[in-house]
């Protein structure tokens, strides 16, 4: 079964420093990952997926993830976080075929000034 | 950009009503799915959708819930009888395939509160 834990409940950065998330996964079979962003109130964006290929990836608003399989990890990364970062962040994983995502805990950033 | 819509955006009902919750999804997509998130938990899968029939349902699932797609545009579902503890943030998601690589997009989600 596939599973992925967050291990960081709650994150505090202050606005420019850098930011790591961390985020492990558990499937038998090459997965599908992401990383989401869900502000209060909304719903969940998409900020970046890993399929294949290039390990590292690129997102939007800047930040950018590591696929390593010797891990099991994905995790998320911002070299400047801003204050519109403040949000709870989900790592999940599918598998290749349905598709279906299970979700991680979730952590929660907040941004001080 | 083809985003995914919901409405309602909340819905308040009473314990025992039905509910139905109305989900619009990106128009070339075939793969679609409803989720949900219980406050201060993890979202969870409900149920995937394609091809008119359901391909895979969790426990959550049970016979009090049901999904269609009535015509050509939206996909639905539907809630029989509420209970207290389906009070949550369901969220539609759809999914098409771009550039050789799956998309999965969700909408804003529906506030579900039961009384």
């Known amino acids: 079964a596939q599973s992925v834990t967050q291990p960081d409940i709650h994150i505090t950065v202050s606005e420019g420093a850098s930011l790591e998330l961390r985020c492990n996964y558990s499937?038998?079979?090459?997965?599908?990952l992401f990383w989401y962003v869900q502000s209060p109130g909304q719903g969940l964006q998409l900020l970046l997926k890993?399929?294949?290929?290039?390990?590292l990836v690129q997102g939007i608003k800047g930040f950018e993830a590591e696929f390593k399989r010797s891990q099991s990890s994905f995790n998320l990364r911002k070299p400047s976080v801003h204050w519109s970062d403040a949000a709870e962040y989900f790592c999940?994983?599918?598998?290749?075929?349905?598709?279906?995502?299970?979700f991680g805990a979730g952590t929660t950033v907040t941004v001080r000034a | 950009e083809p985003e995914v819509t919901q409405t309602p955006s909340h819905q308040v009902t009473q314990m025992g009503q039905e509910v139905i919750l109305r989900c619009v999804p990106i128009s070339n997509h075939l793969y679609f799915y409803w989720y949900r998130q219980i406050l201060g938990q993890k979202v969870e899968f409900l149920v995937s959708?394609?091809?008119?029939?359901?391909?895979?349902k969790s426990e959550i699932f049970d016979d009090q819930f049901s999904v269609e797609r009535p015509d050509g545009s939206n996909f639905t579902l539907k809630i029989r009888s509420t209970k207290l503890e389906d009070s949550a943030m369901y969220f539609c998601?759809?999914?098409?395939?771009?550039?050789?690589?799956?998309?999965?997009?969700f909408g804003p989600g529906t506030r579900l509160t039961v009384t």
């Open positions: 499937y038998g079979a090459t997965p599908y």
């Open positions: 998601a759809s999914r098409g395939f771009t550039g050789g690589n799956y998309e999965q997009y």
């Open positions: 959708f394609y091809n008119n029939e359901i391909s895979e």
């Open positions: 890993y399929f294949s290929g290039d390990t």
């Open positions: 999940a994983v599918g598998p290749s075929n349905d598709y279906k995502l299970s």
